[in-house]
């Protein structure tokens, strides 16, 4: 009887082992993607402000109003009115 104890006891244990691994590796994949996905936005964001500078200040408009609005803090009044004009459109083409 204490050897079938001690053989669940074993197994369980060797099944959180290999559940901590995958759970670490799945972390450390997830990372990776994020970081990477990161990058490729930077690396954009680079090559616009080199290549078309009035579409980057336009972007770099856009979230910093953006960052602005979802933060509570004042935004440009031109940003509402855009968003104002998105959401109108959404609704016509009945999306909202």
């Not at 450390?28 to 954009?44: G, L, P």
């Not at 980057?56 to 960052?67: G, K, S, V």
Request: charged share 35%; hydrophobic share 40%.
């Amino acid at each position: 009887m204490l050897s079938w104890i001690d053989q669940l006891a074993r197994i369980i244990g060797y099944g959180a082992i290999i559940t901590g691994i995958i759970w670490v590796l799945g972390k450390w994949a997830e990372d990776r993607s994020v970081s990477r996905t990161a990058q490729i936005e930077r690396e954009s964001l680079e090559r616009m402000r080199l290549e078309r500078p009035e579409a980057y200040e336009q972007e770099m408009w856009w979230r910093d109003n953006d960052r602005r609005f979802r933060a509570g803090l004042p935004t440009d009044p031109k940003y509402i009115e855009r968003m104002k004009a998105i959401v109108q459109n959404c609704r016509e083409d009945g999306l909202l």
